[in-house]
Every structure is written in structure tokens, then in C-alpha cells.
Nanobody, 126 residues
């Protein structure tokens, strides 16, 4: 049974940092593209970042480029999202996802991903 479990969310002041983790079980994460999304109340799910199977390629949404960094630890079967300079409007539930399809390009749509975690709440105070 595939499970993705996010952790590391919480309350942070605007301008602060958080590191989210996504621990995978029931799958070997190295064969999946791994991504991070978020969804704020009343808003659509938003792509944030993704990393290729090898870790050599990454993709970021323009809104987080330069502030967020995605990485993966194969030994721990875990993917991370380092978030710096957080903004009040980035309060949302953050989800990690796994894409098992062989693609030429990293998927940036939610429909590209096959497995999802339950999400972790990130609240940014002003």
C-alpha cells in the first residue's frame, strides 16, 4: 500500500522558513517524479515544485522560484521542500505527490500525479 506522509507544517511568521518532509512507503520513491502542491481555502490546487527521478532536474512555479527548494533523500525515501521568505498569502495545506508515469518533462498538473499525501497545514502570520 502506497503511503505519502507529510510533516513539518506549522505556524510561522511572514518572512520565516519551514522545511516540509514527505516520507514515502509502499513504493521506492526513486522511480517516481515527486512533487509538492498546495491548496488554500477557496482556491484551486497549485503546483509548487517537482523533482525528477534522478534528482538532476527540478521545476518550480514562478511564484516560489528562488524561495523554495525541493530535494530528495533516496536512502530515507523522503522528499523535502525548503520554504524561505514565506508570505501571509501562502497559508495553505501543502501536499506531496508521486508520479509513476514515464515522461519527458516533469509534470506540473495535479492530474499528472498518481499518489497523494494527506497534507500538512502551513499557516503564515502577518
Amino acid at each position: 500500500q502506497v503511503q505519502l506522509v507529510e510533516s513539518g507544517g506549522g505556524l510561522v511568521q511572514a518572512g520565516g522558513s519551514l522545511r516540509l518532509s514527505c516520507a514515502a512507503s509502499g513504493l521506492t520513491s526513486r522511480v517516481y517524479i515527486m512533487g509538492w502542491f498546495r491548496q488554500a481555502p477557496g482556491k484551486e490546487r497549485e503546483f509548487l515544485a517537482a523533482i525528477s527521478r534522478s534528482g538532476a532536474s527540478t521545476s518550480y512555479a514562478d511564484s516560489v522560484k528562488g524561495r523554495f527548494t525541493i530535494s530528495r533523500d533516496y536512502a530515507k525515501n523522503t522528499v523535502y521542500l525548503q520554504m524561505n521568505s514565506l508570505k501571509f498569502e501562502e497559508t495553505a495545506i501543502y501536499y506531496c505527490a508521486a508520479d509513476r508515469t514515464i515522461r519527458q518533462a516533469i509534470g506540473v498538473e495535479g492530474n499528472d500525479y498518481d499518489y497523494w499525501g494527506q497534507g500538512t497545514q502551513v499557516t503564515v502570520s502577518s
